[in-house]
């Protein structure tokens, strides 16, 4: 088994019942063989997608750069099976019906609700540019072919049977394992081995002959959950002991709610700004994907919302309270009011909850102690802190997992390590590899 590059045609097929293998020039010389193409998210984060035998494809995403970068390929498969609701997993999926193919688009209820709010922001943030790569058309069409699927349930999807398993990850994320008749593919989506206030970690561990593995913190161990908890609850509070405010720049989709969960847990006061309004109102209809649905609902109780209005983000940050707000990576969002009102003062205070990729606002604020917003550089007196709530899982908790699939072949993908992951990998007796964008895998 190898991966092919480009249009190479040297494939190594192993023989029934043998460890022995011989090597084929022409593609008609086996049958029955895997067809893996990696179309993104592949030594990358960002624009996942991955084509099944010519016909499935799995996930098809954007990556948030400028400009967004889609898929290096537009395909027309038979159906289309998604892993979760994040913006690299499903923020292109409506480009795919801007042709007269409409196929099938297969995702749990929350993740087909979730790519909806998603498509719709980028057409308000990107529509009518070259950035957006559909239209308000196509978001419509992906209603009429909307399928939707708890975990444990098989569907047949182009001809494959599919299952979806809890990933851990946000609500409605999925492993996917993806049967052929004769391979059994097991791709990960995005994953935590661990649990959180919002989800409970995977358990899951389906047979499989071949894993494409997420590998974002394959060099990273995280901290003990309860323990960041316990700091990031203690200086909050410390802080609006003080007299201060806290701004709590968090992703819309997970983030926000675990946040909101915290919050209520130690006693925090706190303002919930952004989607993650709406993205919260979502998550309560969907009580069977969350770890514990009474929970939010008090956390929902505890938290004000914001609309917004009548000078409101102004008032809120003369407040002594947490604000939760989008976006993540101060991108854009709220957190774009929020943070010139409240940067002079070092009593208040800037508490970052995720992953800053190099470039952003919120990057640069970390490191530099300013950032850029609203075209300007704004020096920030404010304390700045960085806390890991990762929703993904960490080097040992990768390890952990693949330990069950000692047997299979390991693909690694989604992260900026991948190479070198797989390498440790080979040297602790997996076969592994890191295919590359544009590469193909058969096997």
């Not at 201060?244 to 675990?258: C, D, K, L, N, Y």
Request: aromatic share 6%; glycine share 10%; net charge negative.
């Amino acid at each position: 088994m190898t991966a092919l590059h480009g249009d190479a045609f040297q494939v190594v097929v192993p023989l029934p019942n043998s460890g022995r293998s011989t090597l084929s020039n022409s593609l008609n010389d086996y049958v029955s063989l895997m067809d893996l193409r990696f179309l993104g998210g592949a030594r990358e984060v960002g624009r996942s997608a991955i084509l099944v035998n010519d016909t499935l494809l799995l996930d098809f995403g954007l990556l948030a750069d400028n400009p967004l970068q889609r898929p290096v390929e537009t395909p027309d498969p038979d159906a289309v099976v998604v892993s979760h609701g994040h913006l690299d997993h499903v923020g292109a999926i409506p480009a795919l019906l801007s042709g007269k193919n409409r196929p099938p688009i297969h995702w749990t209820p929350p993740t087909s609700e979730l790519a909806l709010t998603l498509a719709r922001d980028t057409l308000k943030l990107h529509g009518g540019t070259l950035q957006c790569p559909f239209t308000e058309t196509d978001v419509k069409r992906v209603t009429e072919v909307s399928r939707t699927h708890g975990y444990g349930e098989p569907f047949e999807a182009a001809g494959h049977r599919v299952t979806f398993f809890n990933a851990g990850h946000i609500p409605g994320s999925a492993h996917v394992l993806v049967d052929d008749g004769d391979t059994r593919l097991l791709y990960t989506g995005d994953f935590h081995t661990d649990d959180q206030r919002l989800v409970a970690g995977t358990t899951a561990r389906p047979d499989a002959d071949v894993v494409i593995c997420e590998s974002t913190y394959s060099d990273v161990e995280h901290e003990d959950r309860e323990t960041v908890e316990s700091r990031f609850a203690e200086s909050v509070k410390t802080t609006l002991w003080e007299g201060g405010t806290v701004i709590v720049p968090a992703f819309a989709i997970g983030r926000t709610q675990e946040m909101m969960l915290i919050c209520d847990a130690h006693d925090i006061p706190c303002y919930v700004d952004g989607m993650g309004t709406q993205v919260t109102e979502m998550f309560r209809r969907h009580p069977e994907f969350l770890r514990d649905p009474e929970a939010l609902r008090r956390a929902k109780s505890h938290a004000r919302f914001v609309t917004g209005r009548d000078g409101q983000r102004k008032r809120i940050t003369e407040q002594k309270a947490a604000i939760i707000t989008t976006s993540g990576m101060l991108s854009g969002g709220p957190a774009m009011s929020y943070i010139p009102e409240i940067r002079s003062n070092p009593v208040n205070k800037i508490t970052m909850t995720g992953y800053q990729v190099a470039g952003t606002p919120g990057r640069e604020l970390l490191e530099t102690g300013s950032a850029e917003i609203d075209g300007r550089v704004m020096p920030v007196a404010a304390q700045v802190e960085g806390y890991d709530f990762s929703a993904h899982a960490d080097r040992s908790g990768l390890l952990s997992f693949l330990d069950s699939y000692r047997d299979a072949t390991v693909l690694v993908n989604h992260g900026d390590r991948c190479e070198q992951f797989a390498e440790d990998l080979s040297a602790d007796g997996y076969d592994a590899s890191a295919p590359a964008i544009g590469d193909v895998w058969r096997g």
